[in-house]
């Protein structure tokens, strides 16, 4: 089983609120990533985990906060946002980083109002 | 930091026809991976290929990491290839994996 799993598919949220993004994957995976794709644009990385340790933070701002509980788990806590953080978010998982393949979740669509 | 290349950007074809999508990299890389990308936004992952040939189906891609290039062939297109094909690549001793700015295929039935 390939599966990376995404909640919620889609989410609205105002400027002052606090949301999570969740991610889940059951294949034993040790590195996990949060991308970010603005419209017609190809998706950039925010964040990698690996062997549940943050390893890369593409200078995000620190209005969205990762956290990796375990192995299996990806949070992206969103406080305080602006209308052009509006983007689909997907999570990805790969047996290890650099040469190892990443499988891709469906994505969260998120407004920000 | 490494330049990802797709070409051409947009491709508009019948049913049926047979397209070549291309991917230059402007450094050595340990990984390269072909996605296509649905309306709903799924990333699907169509190949791992960092160098050699491989062939699944109608598709297959071919990797030249002396030259670095990759191209995508789609034989016999089907309305639900339409979409995005992105290349993304991972230098060596790197995590990151640069995507490049994609290929939107249209097919027309």
């Known amino acids: 089983d390939t599966e990376v799993t995404q909640t919620p598919k889609h989410l609205v949220m105002g400027m002052t609120n606090k949301k999570s993004l969740k991610c889940e994957q059951h294949?034993?995976?040790?590195?996990m990533y949060w991308y970010k794709q603005k419209a017609k644009k190809p998706p950039e990385l925010m964040f990698v985990?690996?062997?549940?340790?943050?390893?890369i933070n593409e200078s995000v701002p620190s209005r969205f906060s990762p956290e990796c509980p375990n192995s299996s788990l990806l949070n992206l806590h969103l406080h305080a946002l602006q209308p052009e953080d509006s983007a689909l978010y997907l999570c990805?998982?790969?047996?290890?980083?650099?040469?190892?393949?990443?499988?891709f979740g469906p994505g969260t669509r998120l407004l920000v109002l | 930091g490494i330049q990802v290349e797709q070409s051409p950007p947009d491709l508009i074809l019948q049913e049926g026809a047979n397209s070549t999508l291309r991917c230059n990299f402007s450094?050595?890389?340990?990984?390269l991976q072909w996605f296509h990308q649905n309306p709903w936004g799924q990333l699907i992952n169509l190949f791992y290929?960092?160098?050699g040939t491989k062939q699944n189906g109608r598709l297959s891609a071919t990797t030249v990491a002396t030259e670095r290039y990759s191209l995508l062939y789609i034989s016999s297109s089907q309305t639900t290839d339409s979409g995005v094909y992105f290349c993304?690549?991972?230098?060596?001793?790197?995590?990151?994996?640069?995507f490049g700015q994609g290929t939107r295929l249209t097919i027309n039935p």
């Open positions: 450094d050595s890389v340990n990984n």
């Open positions: 290929i960092p160098s």
């Open positions: 985990y690996s062997y549940e340790k943050l390893s």
């Open positions: 993304a690549v991972i230098i060596q001793g790197a995590q990151k994996l640069v």
């Open positions: 990805a998982s790969s047996q290890g980083t650099g040469k190892a393949t990443q499988y």
């Open positions: 294949m034993g995976h040790r590195a």
